[in-house]
């Protein structure tokens, strides 16, 4: 079981550039061009390093710097396929195209179930959490057929159980610790419309966000602790200010697509965009 989160994240350096040729993008806002999966964006080099990656929102392709494989990529180019890359091994291409989403999926949940064995509330279910991540780390070790064949709906309901409880917990612990007080928090059900919605300095504590249509939602100095995220929308939300240390199930993916300045508190887990500002938004 990990102890921190860094083999859960990207690390192109040992990847071969499957994000840039497995996944399928249209031309839009967020990519300068569209191209087919299976087929490698123009950008990419024959070292598999991206040729503008220092210029990716400023040529166009904002989609890929907000894009986070939760280190899927190189454990389906190191691991899975033992360091033969789809390039000198083209008969293996597809199926490591194909692999990749499903690994992907994975180390997702693997991710969330490690943050969830981190918690202090989650004691009392913690074997349960423990034997969760140990069966889902196994299959990450499965061949790529056996990869293929995988039902991930059904295990990602199983796991999803577990992260329901974990979320149950803690904000169970917040809703317990406020009760009583003037500072009354807001809340939500699943998958709330939330688009362009004012929040600012709201008290979201233990505030159930799941699945959240937060897009260009103003959340400037709004305190998130112990808000669970997982699956939600915060694609140019303003965090500047934001309090969201002890946030549930937030990706740097999601951290990556809003919008945040030098104020804006992150787990210790997660990197400050490069894309903020560096000073206060007043």
């Not at 083999?7 to 249209?26: I, K, M, Q, T, Y």
């Not at 166009?60 to 691991?79: D, H, L, N, P, R």
């Not at 899975?80 to 083209?90: A, L, Q, S, V």
């Not at 937030?250 to 697509?257: D, E, K, R, S, Y």
């Amino acid at each position: 079981m990990l102890k921190n989160q860094d083999h859960l994240r990207s690390d192109c350096e040992n990847c071969f550039g499957l994000c840039c040729v497995a996944l399928p993008f249209a031309a839009s806002t967020d990519f300068a061009i569209g191209k087919e999966g299976g087929s490698p964006c123009a950008n990419l080099q024959a070292d598999f390093r991206c040729s503008i990656h220092k210029d990716l929102r400023k040529k166009g392709f904002k989609g890929c710097t907000v894009y986070e494989c939760f280190g899927a990529g190189q454990k389906v180019s190191q691991i899975t396929f033992k360091g033969n890359d789809w390039r000198e091994h083209p008969q293996s291409a597809k199926q490591m195209f194909d692999v990749f989403p499903v690994m992907q999926q994975l180390h997702e949940m693997l991710l969330y179930l490690n943050q969830a064995l981190m918690l202090k509330e989650t004691r009392s279910i913690h074997n349960e959490l423990k034997s969760m991540f140990e069966k889902t780390e196994q299959l990450t070790y499965l061949s790529p057929e056996s990869l293929m064949e995988l039902d991930v709906p059904s295990h990602r309901a199983e796991v999803n159980e577990l992260l329901l409880k974990t979320s149950e917990l803690v904000r169970t612990e917040i809703g317990s610790q406020q009760k009583g007080t003037k500072n009354t928090r807001k809340t939500y059900r699943r998958g709330a419309n939330l688009f362009g919605a004012n929040l600012r300095k709201a008290n979201l504590q233990g505030a159930n966000l799941r699945g959240a249509y937060l897009i260009a939602a103003n959340l400037k100095d709004t305190d998130l602790y112990g808000a669970d995220v997982i699956g939600a929308d915060f694609r140019d939300a303003d965090l500047s200010g934001a309090n969201l240390t002890g946030t549930l199930f937030l990706t740097q993916a999601q951290i990556n697509a809003a919008k945040g300045d030098a104020n804006t508190k992150l787990p210790k887990a997660l990197t400050r965009p490069a894309h903020w500002s560096t000073t206060q938004d007043k």
